[in-house]
């Protein structure tokens, strides 16, 4: 399919209340310097695991993330199949030292020195489509007699009886959210695959303060029988608040090269990701505070050219309007941003674009409002995904 499109930006001002919606490895709210301010940020992992979640729902596929492959194998059998445990343990040791790919042994339970025979620790998380998980019980399922006379995985210098190439081959194999997302592993030959998808890490439009909440639990019988006092448990935890800007950018010339010529299905995946991109949210924290907005403005642009993050934009930090608030300013600050930036560069890229949101105002600058974010998402792949040939005689 011949189109003029390369990139689909996607860019979104959300406001989160009070929340953490991503920390780091002392539970802390995770943060960024830019622009000698310091911001709240959510890291693209993060985001991104969100995201994957909303669009596998979307796409009705599913993709699994693991270094436990075997034991997910073990699982199918006995819970699925009827396999006896041992048998069936044995199977999943077995299709996981056939990975090609390094292994340790899990440790038991108590002085964490004993390994466990055939419960098998791939040294890389395999990255594989969910229906993966049945073609290795179907590949142990036609080896089940050779699996009853092999001997167990007790060592990483073991050999399976199961056939590499094949294992292998299951292992190579995509869906959709694999071929949008990428797939990292260069321990199996020809199994990686380039991501089409790029997203930045989201940081806050203004300067933030990281909050300290101190909480209390009331010891239920003691508040009860009121024999004792003080509470039963104390602790405090960090949380912010703020407008963040996110960015994304779909290169549709990769989403092609990783599904084939098939429009209909590069419009279904690309319309997944907006989609979701817009919809999701971290959960950390959630049941404590559950932040669930909606963005304030998504705006869309579909160009020829290169990406193009409008982050610089809030280099210079947004102060708060004199009512209190960066929302509507952020709004003013992108608007203005992407403006200057188009012109720099010339507008001849830019083959489409627009914005839906709260906002009633008009945000020149930032293409046609449409009244909702999927009449956004569509006249997008229209313009993006329209063959030239087709453009050229309508």
Request: glycine share 6%; charged share 25%.
């Amino acid at each position: 399919m011949s189109v003029p499109a390369r990139f689909i930006d996607i860019h979104v001002l959300q406001s989160v209340p009070f929340a953490n919606l991503n920390r780091d490895d002392t539970n802390s709210v995770k943060t960024v310097q830019y622009g000698n301010t310091l911001r709240t940020r959510v890291s693209s992992q993060s985001w991104k695991r969100a995201i994957r979640h909303v669009f596998e729902d979307h796409i009705g596929q599913a993709a699994l993330r693991t270094r436990r492959i075997g034991e997910r194998v073990t699982r199918e059998l006995t819970v699925h199949r009827g396999w006896p445990t041992d048998l069936a343990q044995r199977a999943g040791g077995h299709v996981a030292a056939a990975s090609g790919i390094k292994f340790e042994l899990a440790k038991a339970p108590g002085d964490g020195k004993q390994t466990v025979p055939n419960k098998v620790l791939t040294n890389a998380m395999v990255y594989v489509p969910e229906v993966a998980v049945v073609e290795l019980a179907d590949l142990s399922e036609g080896h089940r007699d050779a699996l009853e006379q092999a001997k167990d995985i007790k060592k990483p210098a073991d050999k399976s009886i199961l056939p590499a190439a094949e294992v292998e081959g299951v292992l190579r194999s995509r869906n959709g959210v694999i071929n949008l997302f990428g797939r990292m592993l260069a321990e199996i030959d020809d199994a990686a695959v380039d991501g089409a998808v790029q997203v930045a890490h989201a940081l806050t439009t203004h300067a933030t303060d990281i909050e300290l909440d101190y909480f209390s639990a009331v010891d239920d019988v003691t508040a009860l029988w009121d024999d004792a006092s003080g509470s039963g448990h104390m602790g405090h935890a960090e949380f912010s608040a703020g407008t963040f800007y996110r960015y994304a950018t779909v290169d549709l010339r990769d989403l092609m090269t990783n599904i084939g010529d098939d429009p209909a299905a590069a419009r279904d995946l690309t319309a997944a990701f907006l989609t979701s991109f817009i919809t999701s949210l971290p959960q950390a924290k959630k049941n404590s505070t559950a932040p669930h907005t909606i963005p304030d403005l998504v705006h869309i642009a579909v160009r020829a050219d290169r990406p193009l993050s409008y982050a610089a934009a809030f280099e210079e930090p947004v102060q708060a309007s004199p009512q209190g608030g960066f929302a509507a300013l952020s709004r003013s600050r992108l608007r203005d941003y992407a403006q200057a930036a188009n012109t720099l560069l010339g507008t001849h890229a830019v083959l489409a674009s627009g914005w839906a949101g709260l906002d009633t105002k008009d945000l020149t600058g930032l293409g046609e409002r449409r009244e909702s974010f999927d009449a956004l998402i569509t006249t997008t792949l229209d313009a993006a995904l329209t063959p030239a040939t087709a453009k050229a005689t309508a």
